[in-house]
């Protein structure tokens, strides 16, 4: 088994990809491959902490712009959140895994309230912890979350988890001529407006120096090679 380049990481996986081709939902098949990966990092004595997004049920910005009150559809993103993490907890369960779910808002009888200390705790047991709810906060994306829980437990890096294979210089889907970036710097990716986190999520790992690396998780053996050092996707660094 390959060694390890990180101890500790924080991986974020988008909701969209939980739900694989049906793009709603769950997709089990998807998210019982992303589990066995999990556990042979695990394996490797990697310490693994995760944010998943909850764009596969509610995202608060696109479902509730102009119909709802922005505030009260964040808080409904929070909440699916939290059916993904269950979800893949159950499922690592199931698998021999030793996982936790905190979350950002208090829910004692689904998981436990997010205390840092304690998660690192997990960490350290070799446990894996899930963050759900986001920040707790409206106003701010799960990729910032992930970034802010990744300076908390002072992960290495971001892996960042997505429907895509790394960063372009433009959409590939739409642009023929888009190139894709080995590596880029933060201030790259803000100043071209590049999709790959928000603003503030980048800005929020810049000022951290948490490096972040973008890739696909359609294969999701893609989350071993990035641990092992493996040339794929695009990192975004200093």
């Known amino acids: ?20 081709e049906k793009h709603f939902g769950l997709d089990f098949e998807v998210i019982g491959q992303v589990c066995d990966v999990i556990r042979q990092c695990v394996d490797m004595g990697v ?9 596969n049920f509610w995202r608060g910005v696109k479902d509730g ?17 939290v059916l993904n993490c269950l979800a893949v907890a159950d499922v690592m369960e199931q698998k021999g895994i030793e996982v936790r779910v905190q979350t ?36 701010f994306s799960t990729d910032t979350a992930a970034v802010l829980r ?17 960063v372009y210089s433009a959409d590939p889907l739409k642009d023929p001529d888009a190139v894709k970036y080995d590596s880029i710097t933060y201030d790259d990716v803000l100043a071209q407006h590049l999709q790959v986190m ?32 493996e040339k794929i996707g695009t990192i975004v660094k200093e």
């Open 104 to 139: 950002a808002v208090e829910m004692r009888s689904f998981a436990e309230p997010y205390i840092r200390s304690k998660a690192i705790r997990h960490l350290e047991k070799g446990r894996v912890v899930i963050f759900g709810c986001g920040t707790g906060n409206p106003f």
């Open 47 to 55: 310490q693994v902490g995760i944010v998943i997004g909850g764009g």
């Open 1 to 20: 088994m390959a060694k390890p380049v990180y101890k500790r990481v924080l991986l974020k996986i988008s909701g969209e990809a939980l739900a694989g």
């Open 65 to 81: 712009g102009g119909k709802m009150e922005r505030t009260r559809a964040d808080h409904m993103g929070m909440l699916a959140t």
């Open 198 to 229: 928000d603003s503030t999520a980048t800005s929020l790992s810049m000022d951290n120096h948490i490096p972040v690396l973008l890739f696909a998780l359609k294969d999701p053996q893609n989350i071993v090679r990035a641990l092992s050092g």
């Open 150 to 166: 990744a300076a908390e437990i002072g992960a290495e890096v971001i892996l960042l988890a997505k429907n895509v294979d790394g």
